[in-house]
């Protein structure tokens, strides 16, 4: 049994509103917007005893944006693919929901920028929804063997006729592609020269944001499209929950990897913060968002926090 919600009060316009025991989509998604993240750690606790539907959740935070018929098709038709049941021991459901709601709460942070189109927040939330669709349980790495984006273009290509059929265009299909391939931070073993498509965004980033070539060449389209920063939202959003929501959680997560990868202990969190994350979010919204609690998960590893 995992930690209920309590009565606490979360703010909204100024005005503190009950939380109720059973958070109906409608409060859940106002502690999201409220980008609470103590609410938001007690919100995933409670959907672990107590999963919503994802499809009126989902819905729910729709609603809040005013999609276009266009895009609200597109979003619930990964909505139903996220849907289906997965138990693997990370990669699960609990996992796709909650990359969706960190996804929804940093995106809807960054729509306050005229420049984060409403289409751009679809293509998002819809590759956040699929970014791990028929996760098999295993790594990039197959006996010894290192594909990159094995994981990740399973998912797309395993979604990609029913995004079709909900109405994805040629466009559409091919940033979506991009935000989940962005999520590929894996690396060979042994290999500490190798860089990852998710660590060329970072790079890429680091350096200033303007040299293309920095980006691993199947990422170059975010380049081509001023998307690197949106890209690296989705990969906030999905170490979001290990990496920056508190040490427990930290816990929670680590030891369902370890069951997933059949390891004898959980993975050394320390190599995850500083190799992985770098110690940091990425893009502007996850810095605002999710660093300040991420550096008290840094700080309870005896890792100092990086400097404003």
């Known amino acids: 049994m995992v930690e209920p919600l309590s009565s606490d009060e979360f703010p909204r316009a100024g005005a503190a509103i009950p939380l109720p025991a059973e958070t109906p989509p409608s409060v859940a998604v106002e502690i999201l917007k409220s980008a609470n993240i103590e609410l938001v750690e007690r919100l995933f606790y409670h959907w672990r005893d107590n999963p919503?539907?994802?499809?009126?959740?989902v819905s729910g935070c729709c609603d809040t944006i005013k999609f276009s018929n266009k895009s609200s098709s597109l979003i619930m038709s990964a909505t139903k693919m996220a849907a289906e049941e997965n138990n693997n021991p990370y990669h699960h459901n609990h996992h796709f929901r909650e990359v969706f709601a960190l996804t929804f709460m940093l995106g809807h942070h960054?729509?306050?920028?005229?420049?984060?189109?409403e289409e751009r927040f679809a293509q998002l939330l819809t590759a956040a929804l699929i970014h791990d669709y028929k996760h098999d349980g295993l790594t990039n790495t197959i006996d010894g063997v290192h594909t990159p984006f094995r994981l990740e273009k399973q998912s797309f290509d395993a979604a990609k006729e029913r995004l079709v059929k909900a109405g994805a265009t040629a466009e559409d299909l091919t940033v979506i592609e991009a935000f989940i391939l962005g999520t590929d931070a894996s690396a060979p073993k042994g290999n500490k020269d190798y860089v990852s498509p998710t660590d060329s965004?970072?790079?890429?980033?680091?350096?200033?944001g303007k040299n293309p070539e920095d980006l691993h060449q199947s990422l170059r389209v975010l380049h081509e499209r001023n998307l690197v920063d949106t890209a690296l939202l989705l990969h906030d959003a999905d170490i979001g929950s290990s990496a920056a929501l508190s040490p427990k959680f930290n816990a929670l997560q680590s030891e369902e990897l370890k069951v997933e990868w059949g390891l004898d202990e959980a993975p050394d969190q320390k190599f995850f913060f500083k190799q992985v994350c770098r110690e940091r979010m990425f893009s502007r919204s996850g810095k605002a968002l999710l660093q300040p609690s991420m550096n008290k998960v840094l700080e309870s590893f005896g890792i100092e926090p990086p400097h404003a």
């Open 110 to 117: 960054a729509s306050q920028d005229l420049t984060f189109t």
């Open 201 to 208: 965004m970072k790079n890429y980033m680091d350096n200033g």
């Open 52 to 57: 919503p539907d994802l499809r009126q959740l």
